[in-house]
């Protein structure tokens, strides 16, 4: 069974400029959810997709944007970079449709923002 | 809006040690609670998870939880520590009806010292 996994593992851009970072989910699952982890938080919810839609959102303004694709692996988009969105984003999938669809993480992505 | 607080941001305790860290949520209605590790270096993964009936709950590692529906609190609990369990803990919540989007507490950095 393979895990989540997600990529790049670093990223170093300036303030401005839009970054796209990807996730595989793991086998079966069909949810993707996206959080971000500042340095010394817990991970904050970005969004949801289920079946190439969002479905649900945190409080995060319309420049972080996502992407679901029929093999259920997804994108996060996030335009006109600022220094505040400098953090760790983490991906987790799940399998809709069970009592609790346990989210497993995958590694993250550390995005810096000079 | 939902919340969850973590009480203690760092821990430090010595093997053999008992431990407990606290966790209290708001929010009003049907939750399944949850409590994440991240190893140094690691994932975050699944320690334990409520969803109903017995409030005392046991996980992977020798963790356990109570949920006290009255205090609005999920806290976690192991009799005797491992120079291992050295890990970031975070709490988390969702509500029933929400399908899967997480509340993280702050997280709580154990140090186990040998």
Known sequence: ?114 | AQSVSQHNHHVILSEAASLELGCNYSYGGTVNLFWYVQYPGQHLQLLLKYFSGDPLVKGIKGFEAEFIKSKFSFNLRKPSVQWSDTAEYFCAVTAHNQGGKLIFGQGTELSVKP
């Open chain 1, 1 to 114: 069974e393979t895990g989540v996994t997600q990529s790049p593992t670093h990223l170093i851009k300036t303030r401005g400029q839009q970054v796209t970072l990807r996730c595989s989910s793991q086998s079966g699952h069909n949810t993707v959810s996206w959080y971000q982890q500042a340095l010394g938080q817990g991970p904050q919810f970005i969004f949801q997709y289920y079946r190439e839609e969002e479905n649900g959102r945190g409080n995060f303004p319309p420049r972080f944007s996502g992407l679901q694709f029929p093999n259920y692996s997804s994108e996060l988009n996030v335009n006109a970079l600022e220094l505040d969105d400098s953090a760790l984003y983490l991906c987790a999938s799940s399998s809709r449709g069970q009592t609790y669809n346990e989210q497993f993480f995958g590694p993250g992505t550390r995005l810096t923002v000079l």
